[in-house]
Nanobody
Framework: QVQLVESGGRLVQAGDSLRLSCAAS????????MGWFRQAPGKEREFVAG????????GYADSVRGRFAISRDNAKSTLYLQINNLKPDDTAVFYC????????????????????WGQGTQVTVSS
């Protein structure tokens, strides 16, 4: 199992930037990719960005491409999500997740592919 702890969420104003972090512990050597998902009030959880742990190949939802940047620090077992030009529609709980699927070339975009989840960090964007 892999334990995930997110941090960095807070109340910000529209146009601000924010960096979220996700610290992984436990059997991190088994992780093949990690991702960020978000869930806005009254909406389903949606994929935001993902990255393969080896190789660092990233993928993004079309809705955030160009504003969000995912990265990872393998030595620190930490995942990051840089969010620029925040909008009120970005208000959501952001979750990081890890998958141990083998033979991954690109990060999965469906939540069912991820077996380990953090508790989430709240991002609130005021207009």
């Amino acid at each position: 199992q892999v334990q995930l702890v997110e941090s960095g969420g807070r109340l910000v104003q529209a146009g601000d930037s924010l960096r979220l972090s996700c610290a992984a512990s436990g059997r991190t050597s088994t992780v093949s990719a990690m991702g960020w998902f978000r869930q806005a009030p009254g909406k389903e959880r949606e994929f935001v960005a993902g990255i393969t742990w080896i190789g660092g190949r990233a993928g993004y939802a079309d809705s955030v491409r160009g504003r969000f940047a995912i990265s990872r620090d393998n030595a620190k077992s930490t995942l990051y999500l840089q969010i620029n030009n925040l909008k009120p529609d970005d208000t959501a709980v952001f979750y990081c997740a890890a998958t141990r699927w083998r033979s991954i070339v690109t990060p999965p975009t469906t939540s069912s592919a991820y077996s380990d989840w953090g508790q989430g960090t709240q991002v609130t964007v005021s207009s």
